[in-house]
């Protein structure tokens, strides 16, 4: 099939950029050198960026749609475990070719998540090469409110905000759409995060496997441990079906993928998150406690499950 031939500021003006007048803090978006932007008074500026890869982070085969969103999502998720409400973005798009089919899904996966959180595309930059996205996302958060993942204390509960292991689980088993949505369509939890600010001593969310990310509450919070009781972790059932428990027991403790939130709240504030405001449907879940003792201690899963390494590393 023949293309046209797309020029970069053709494929920027034609798929990315959009009116952004109005939108409150963007004083100047695409099309100038720079992008201007005031700040709220009374709040930090939360910048987070992530790097998506074909091949790594998504299948050539993957929708673009899909890969247009999850680029997104998975920025977004970091801004929730800040605790932020995202404000800005920019997109460092490189291409092999210029589809206008698959240029014009991937933009609408990608403004479909934007619109819905009010998230103005600010700039970015279009280069030709392997299929690779940058995403660099803004936010805003009261002045020193930020969830941390160091505030975690001995005592405290740990919670995920959701199920995990679904999206490794898709990896692993075909035409499962809860899974597929899941490893597809990641929800950043921002409400959820929010809500946590006051409550929560301490937040992450879970990319690169729950154990792997809670290990760096541990650390940072200076050198804790915990105890999981694997029997309360949040499964999907779609794989509990297709894999078998213990299968999908391993996916969600080592997975990744997941975008959900991990977070510590104090016993006393425990009664508080019955009534937040969460995107969640089954709200957060209780799986395990921080403790003095260095190590996370994983119980309830019989005493023949063993495994080594934890969380994925990208390595060369
Ligand atoms: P410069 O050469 O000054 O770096 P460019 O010519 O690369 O600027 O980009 C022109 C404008 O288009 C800038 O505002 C830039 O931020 C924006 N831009 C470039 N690529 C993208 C993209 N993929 N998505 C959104 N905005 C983009
Ligand atoms: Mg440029």
Redesign the pocket.
Known sequence: MRHQLMR??DL?NRF??RPSAGTSGVDV???????VLSASPGVDTIVVTDTSVEGVHFRSDQSPHSIGYRALAVNLSDIAAMGGLPRWA????TLPHAHPEWLGAFADGFFELADRWEVT??????TRGPLTMTVTVGGEVARGASLLRSGARVGDMILVSGPLGGAAAALECSNQADLDRALQYPTPRLMLGQSLLGVATSAIDISDGFLADLQHILDQSGNLGANIDASTLPLFDAAVRSLGRTKALDLALYGGDDYELCFTVPPEKLSVLKQLKCDVDSGPVCVGEVVSEKGCRVHGIGDRYERSGSGYQHEW
């Open positions: 970069e500021f920027i990315f950029r978006g695409i099309g100038d050198d720079g992008a920019t997109l460092n798009l595309l600010v700039g970015g930059d279009t």
